[in-house]
Each structure stands twice: as structure tokens, then as C-alpha cells.
């Protein structure tokens, strides 16, 4: 169902799609963004010095999180005519292959102004143990 601006509140929820993280998908992310930090594919480098951060292994790219919220604002947001215009996020928790991660919004206020309307959502990412991995903030503007 396509969401109108009028028809939304706040408190209302949105969901995105879920993603299953494995060391393909963590390999192709850094292919995409060209970003070929250890961190991301080097079991060994994890070991070493910087592994003293306790993350025992590779970790997904933090910027997953990120394209993955993105795609359920894009999703839930396009068919309106609506365009994704913001989103801050923060990584809360590391996420590793094997994990299961989806994203989910609450919609906290909605804002008119002169030029257009304005919706901000508060953004999650978890874990399939319902950990939060990333949270932040997003804006979503529709048109007048």
C-alpha cells in the first residue's frame, strides 16, 4: 500500500527487508564501495594487534547498515513520489557472517514548511537475537 503524508503519524512503524550477512556479501560490499579494510576480510588481521578489539574475526562494513536502511526508505518512500534526503546512523553493535540483520523505522514527527513537507524517522538495525546493531535518524520529504 502507498503511503500518503496525510495519512501518516507518528508512532507509525516501518519495515525493511532482512539480510542474511555472510562473507560473499561482505566481500561484494567491499568491492562495491572499494573499500578493502582488514576488518572486512582478513580472519588473520582480526587476530593480530588491532584484534585486541575483541571482535574475533571479520566484520560487515558499518556502511551495510547504512545501504540497508536506505533501501526500506527507498522502498516505502518512492511510490509516494517521496525522496529519502537524510540519514545519520551509528554502529552500536559488530555484525559478523552468519548473522541476520533488519532494519525498522518509527516515524517521530512530521513538519511543513514553505517549500515542502518532511518526515523523521527514527531508524534500528538488528540482529536475529533482536540486537541492535546500528540506530539513527532518517528524513524523508514529500512533495507538496
Request: a neutral charge; glycine letters at 8%.
Amino acid at each position: 500500500m502507498t503511503v500518503t503524508f496525510e495519512s501518516l503519524n507518528a508512532g507509525d512503524s516501518i519495515e525493511g527487508p532482512s539480510f542474511a550477512v555472510s562473507r560473499e556479501s561482505i566481500r561484494l560490499f567491499c568491492d562495491a564501495s572499494l573499500d578493502y579494510n582488514p576488518l572486512h576480510l582478513d580472519d588473520d588481521y582480526m587476530k593480530g594487534s588491532f584484534g585486541k578489539t575483541q571482535f574475533g574475526g571479520v566484520i560487515m562494513h558499518g556502511m551495510n547498515n547504512f545501504g540497508l536502511i536506505s533501501r526500506m526508505i527507498t522502498d516505502w518512500a518512492y511510490p509516494a513520489g517521496a525522496i529519502h534526503r537524510r540519514l545519520e546512523t551509528r554502529w552500536v553493535k559488530p555484525v559478523r557472517p552468519g548473522d541476520t540483520i533488519r532494519p525498522s523505522g518509527i516515524i517521530k514527527a512530521k513538519q511543513v514548511t514553505a517549500k515542502s513537507r518532511w518526515v523523521v524517522i527514527d531508524v534500528v538495525v538488528r540482529n536475529q537475537d533482536e540486537e541492535r546493531v546500528a540506530t539513527g535518524e532518517a528524513m524523508v520529504e514529500f512533495p507538496l
